[in-house]
């Protein structure tokens, strides 16, 4: 069955830096469009960053410039480098295919606080 294991998320000051994992099963991975996801309290759940099996990135336009998404297909493994953090980025951190699948993992809680 499909499964998504998230990873990496911490408190961490504004202006700091973390690295988001989601390990991805049950999905043809290398040829799927994966994309991150978060949800902060009282907010519906956004979409953050994508990328598609062939290396093109889109972001949502409040993260460009200071997230990375990447990917490794040979760990069926997605990642986001968040840089520059701002409270604003307080959610938790989801990963999925997009167009979403109906199955989510159990996310990964970022706190930007000082």
């Known amino acids: 069955q499909v499964q998504f294991v998230e990873s990496g998320g911490g408190l961490v000051q504004p202006g700091g830096s973390l690295r988001l994992s989601c390990a991805a099963s049950?999905?043809?991975?290398?040829?799927?469009?994966m994309g991150w996801y978060r949800q902060a309290p009282g907010n519906q759940r956004e979409l953050v960053a994508t990328?598609?099996?062939?290396?093109?990135?889109d972001y949502r336009a409040s993260v460009r410039g200071r997230f990375a998404i990447f990917r490794d297909n040979t760990k069926n493994t997605v990642y986001l480098q968040m840089n520059v953090l701002k409270p604003e980025d307080t959610a938790v951190y989801y990963c999925?295919?997009?167009?979403?699948?109906?199955?989510w993992g159990q996310g990964t809680q970022v706190t930007v606080s000082a």
């Open positions: 999925n295919t997009e167009p979403q699948s109906t199955t």
């Open positions: 990328i598609s099996p062939f290396q093109i990135l």
């Open positions: 049950g999905i043809a991975f290398s040829s799927t469009k």
